[in-house]
């Protein structure tokens, strides 16, 4: 089998080498941790038992945060280590736990490092946030009898039927899984039709609802206004946008700025993606509006010239103090197919929060949220400008969308200590 596996990755890696070699001259991406991926990865207290936990981006990184905090507290002479696949996965969790913890490239699985990892690693268990299961990591799991734990598990509405298409990987990938803690009912069901045994499948809630900060004290959003210039203006901030979005948002703009209702309305366009940066530079340029890049503004710790109608959020890490200054936010990537970006951190922190129709990755949340009235979905442009002047012309309209949306992600908290108390009941009883 595991030649097989090893076999369709060489295949793969054959089909998407143009895209890795572009993103690598072009973009900028995997220049770096190529030891790491390869399976040499440096354990800070090897003489620890380990936990790794593995996050595969940002948002997983960011729903670990309260996991880890929890299993610190319960396992204090463990050593955690954290993998992430992406650049900007590996900077978070860099940011987040400042040398607190292990962080490192996750390796390749292909089965030689794969052995090269689990030689080096030696985990008492393996915790997979939400989905990233793969066949040579738990293959060797098994052998070497590491049980593995999904985290906040979930298969959306796109993943169900890929893996579907592999049902017989699957089930024998899954069905050696040693245990799946799933966000819903639906999923731990789609968990089960993949190979799970129904037994070793439960529901535990999102964690992502206990790490959404209900209270917008984030350290630096005092300065962030500050150097903006941020006063009494109303402040629309786009977040998490994506390729054709961020277009239609300053067309949206400009027709509010025309509207004597709105002249005193800031803007702040964030984009989800850092190689995005400059081309949304370029669009705000064409736009004809003037504009601060906030990555300049942080860098050199200066105040903006005067009143920038737009301000270009081109940092990582500070999205959450941009949702705190917002008078209402729109979360990008759902205007276009691309599955959305994280709409839970506006609507905890009490903002009226916006999105277009593409929600596949955040299905559960949407439908928390839309049930509850907590949040507006829009189907397109025309509907997007007409809910923000409906919002900013009705001021207590879009308050009272704003605390059913803090509400429902108050009432929908728990799902931490569940999730420690079946991971403690693995490893302190792996019988």
Request: net charge positive.
């Amino acid at each position: 089998m595991n030649i097989l596996i090893d076999l369709a990755y060489i295949l793969g890696l054959l089909i998407y080498s143009p895209k890795i070699i572009y993103r690598v001259f072009r973009q900028g991406r995997y220049k770096v941790g190529w030891a790491q991926r390869l399976g040499k990865i440096q354990r800070t207290h090897p003489e620890k038992p380990c936990l790794w936990i593995h996050a595969v981006s940002v948002g997983e990184v960011n729903a670990t945060r309260t996991l880890i905090s929890a299993l610190q507290d319960h396992l204090p002479d463990y050593e955690i280590l954290l993998t992430s696949t992406t650049d900007t996965g590996l900077t978070r969790a860099k940011s987040l736990y400042d040398n607190k913890l292990t962080v490192s490239y996750f390796p390749f699985d292909f089965s030689c490092i794969m052995h090269r990892a689990f030689d080096r690693i030696r985990p008492v268990a393996i915790l997979l946030m939400e989905l990233e299961v793969w066949p040579n990591l738990v293959r060797l799991a098994c052998r070497r009898q590491i049980p593995v734990i999904v985290i906040n598990g979930r298969l959306s509405d796109k993943s169900f039927p890929r893996y579907q298409k592999i049902r017989k990987l699957t089930r024998w990938m899954f069905s050696r899984v040693t245990l799946i803690l799933a966000q819903t009912e639906e999923y731990a069901q789609r968990f089960i039709d993949l190979g799970c045994l129904p037994q070793q499948v439960r529901v535990t809630g999102s964690l992502k609802y206990d790490t959404a900060q209900t209270k917008a004290d984030f350290a630096g959003t005092r300065r962030l206004a500050e150097q903006i210039r941020l006063e009494n203006e109303r402040f629309w901030v786009a977040g998490g946008t994506g390729p054709d979005e961020e277009q239609i948002i300053l067309d949206t703009f400009k027709t509010l700025k025309q509207d004597p209702r709105f002249m005193d309305l800031r803007l702040a366009l964030i984009p989800r993606k850092p190689e995005r940066f400059q081309i949304v530079a370029d669009l705000i340029e064409q736009a004809g509006f003037q504009f601060a890049r906030f990555s300049q503004l942080k860098e050199h710790n200066t105040i903006a010239d005067g009143k920038p109608p737009v301000i270009l959020g081109d940092t990582m890490g500070d999205l959450n103090k941009f949702y705190a200054l917002a008078s209402i936010v729109f979360v990008g990537r759902t205007l276009t197919p691309m599955g959305g970006s994280d709409m839970m951190e506006p609507a905890a922190l009490g903002k009226c929060t916006l999105f277009g129709p593409h929600t596949f990755n955040f299905k559960q949340t949407v439908q928390d949220l839309l049930e509850a009235e907590g949040a507006i979905e829009v189907k397109n442009p025309q509907e997007l400008l007409q809910m923000i002047q409906k919002c900013l012309a009705n001021p207590s309209f879009s308050a009272q969308i704003a605390e059913k949306g803090r509400d429902v992600i108050r009432k929908k908290q728990g799902a931490t200590q569940k999730t420690v108390d079946a991971v403690l009941e693995f490893i302190q009883n792996p019988n």
